[in-house]
């Protein structure tokens, strides 16, 4: 099983990115997936979680509003769409993939991890 991120650069303050995580190995199509991140000497913390049904999110407060998850199951793909990015945005991002349905903010939720794909937002 293996989850690959890509879509991670450098951006201005106030610009966007689209993060990709493409899912080989099994069909995630009946399992939650999300996305995490991790700052430099900082621990990895929850940012958004879809589960499968799609049409339940789950977002932190500090990117509530400002990015957006989304998962194409015919295409194995999930998507996270970054708004307004802003300097504390900067981190290492990383997909997940939990072996059940609905899945919480807290790392142990995730049983498969991709190898993250960095954003730097200068400002």
């Known amino acids: 099983v293996q989850l690959q991120a890509s879509g991670g650069g450098l951006v201005q303050a106030g610009g966007s990115l689209r993060l990709s995580c493409v899912a080989s190995?099994?069909?995630?199509?009946?399992?939650?997936m999300g996305w995490f991140r991790q700052a430099p000497g900082k621990e990895r913390e929850f940012v958004t979680t879809v589960n499968w049904r799609v049409g339940t999110t789950y977002y932190a407060d500090s990117v509530k509003g400002r990015f957006t998850i989304s998962r194409d199951n015919a295409k194995n793909t999930m998507y996270l769409q970054m708004n307004d990015l802003k300097p504390d945005d900067t981190a290492v991002y990383y997909c997940?993939?939990?072996?059940?349905?609905?899945?919480?903010?807290?790392?142990?939720?995730?049983?498969?991890w991709g190898q993250g794909t960095l954003v730097t937002v200068s400002s």
């Open positions: 997940a993939a939990a072996t059940r349905r609905v899945a919480g903010s807290r790392v142990r939720d995730y049983d498969y």
């Open positions: 190995g099994r069909t995630f199509n009946n399992y939650a």
